[in-house]
């Protein structure tokens, strides 16, 4: 239990091989996360995510996810500015009296 948090990044238990190996077989590899409207995405799951990231490799905590939705869920904060970007850099050109001859 007693894990030592001096360091928050990326602190792997030294069974972690093992651990993965068991969510994976435990979500019978199948992707756990769920789209907004509810349904579960259930892709073939390779990767094991840390749902509230952090520290805590606790069972609990852990769960199957395909590529895709680890990707997507480690990026989401940086994909939604970057589209929000492109929609507000997407306006019409003003036209201008002075630059009309
Ligand atoms: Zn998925």
């Given at each position: 239990?007693?894990?030592h948090s001096s360091t928050?990044?990326?602190?792997?238990?030294?069974?972690?091989?093992?651990?993965?190996?068991?969510?994976?077989?435990?979500?019978?590899?199948?992707?756990?996360?769920?789209?907004?409207?509810?349904?579960?995405?259930?892709?073939?799951?390779?990767?094991?995510?840390?749902?509230?990231?952090?520290?805590?490799?606790?069972?609990?905590?852990?769960?199957?996810?395909?590529?895709?939705?680890?990707?997507?869920?480690?990026?989401?904060?940086?994909?939604?500015?970057?589209?929000?970007?492109?929609?507000?850099?997407?306006?019409p050109k003003p036209t201008?009296?002075?630059?009309?001859?």
């Amino acid at each position: 239990m007693a894990w030592h948090s001096s360091t928050r990044r990326a602190r792997l238990p030294a069974d972690w091989p093992r651990r993965r190996r068991r969510i994976l077989r435990r979500d019978a590899h199948s992707c756990q996360s769920r789209f907004t409207d509810g349904r579960l995405c259930g892709a073939p799951a390779n990767q094991v995510d840390h749902i509230e990231p952090g520290d805590d490799h606790s069972d609990s905590n852990l769960q199957a996810l395909c590529e895709w939705c680890h990707t997507r869920k480690s990026s989401s904060e940086g994909g939604r500015a970057a589209a929000l970007t492109r929609v507000r850099t997407h306006r019409p050109k003003p036209t201008h009296p002075a630059l009309e001859d």
